[in-house]
């Protein structure tokens, strides 16, 4: 049998059960014609690079399937009446890839990259401490300036 990856992009508003359930319906769709789901890969809702059907985001789904041409005929077939499923990609692959896709190992560099900001100094950004800062002395209270004054 053939190995096949076969991504889909579910609409934005959808809710993560949702899209779920649109994989589990490819998952079974591929399982009653006599092939195998090897990995479900759900790398969540990104942005896109063009709106696609009033769509800024949408949901990614990966499939790594292992079955007949007919078999990815259908699914395709099924994805292409499916309201919620803006685009669709199947190919097919020499061997699958072991271990997580380069997408979701990306998601993860992304998660520790944020995780060592965040843990740093307090909240101050990219910006180094700059000390106690004695130098300026007591600055007086300024009076409020209203908006009317800002803007004439």
Aim: proline share 3%; no cysteine; glycine share 8%.
């Amino acid at each position: 049998m053939a190995l096949y990856e076969h991504v889909f992009l579910a609409r934005q508003d959808l809710a993560q059960a949702q899209v779920d359930a649109l994989a589990e319906n490819a998952t079974r769709i591929v399982t009653e014609n006599q092939g195998r789901v090897v990995k479900t890969e759900n790398w969540g809702l990104r942005s896109l690079a063009y709106r696609i059907a009033k769509n800024r985001k949408a949901h990614y789904v990966m499939l790594e399937i292992e079955a007949p041409g007919d078999v990815v005929a259908e699914l395709e077939r099924q994805t292409q009446i499916n309201e919620d499923v803006i685009r669709y990609m199947t190919v097919r692959v020499d061997a699958l890839e072991e271990g997580p896709t380069v997408m979701m190992r990306k998601q993860e560099r992304d998660r520790e990259r944020r995780g060592d900001r965040e843990g740093g100094r307090e909240g101050r950004g990219d910006r180094p401490d700059r000390g106690e800062r004695s130098d300026r002395g007591d600055r007086p209270d300024r009076p409020r300036r209203d908006r009317e004054e800002e803007a004439a």
